[in-house]
């Protein structure tokens, strides 16, 4: 079973920087599919940013260029997402994801994904 704990979240104004860490104490991220979703009140959850077990990315089109998922380099229980020049737009709860296994035609699914953190909150306003 792996747990994943999301943090970070919090009130940032339009054009700012918001950095959300995704952290699990078992095991390496390395060795999954990961994700990070979002959703707004009202919304469908969407896909953020996936990232498969050889370090490749996938971005939604609505945060490519403005957003980057990483992984801690020393410690890889850490996923990050860093999100620059934020919008409104962008106000949503924010949760990541883990699988074992996620085909990249449903990296967006999230039904497909086993493991899921409690969401935190990144709210842009003026």
């Known amino acids: 079973q792996v747990q994943l704990a999301e943090s970070g979240g919090g009130s940032v104004r339009p054009g700012g920087s918001r950095t959300l860490a995704c952290t699990t104490s078992?095991?390496?991220?390395?060795?999954?599919?990961m994700a990070w979703f979002r959703q707004a009140p009202g919304k469908e959850r969407e896909g953020v940013v996936s990232i498969d077990r050889d370090g490749r990315t996938t971005y939604s089109d609505s945060v490519k260029g403005r957003f980057t998922v990483s992984l801690n380099p020393k410690n890889k229980n850490v996923l990050y997402l860093q999100m620059k020049n934020l919008k409104p737009e962008d106000t949503a709860m924010y949760y990541c994801?883990?699988?074992?296994?996620?085909?990249?035609?449903?990296?967006?699914?999230?039904?497909?994904?086993?493991?899921w953190g409690q969401g935190t909150q990144v709210s842009v306003s003026s």
């Open positions: 994801a883990a699988d074992d296994w996620v085909p990249y035609s449903s990296h967006f699914q999230g039904d497909r994904y086993d493991y």
């Open positions: 078992a095991y390496e991220l390395s060795d999954y599919y």
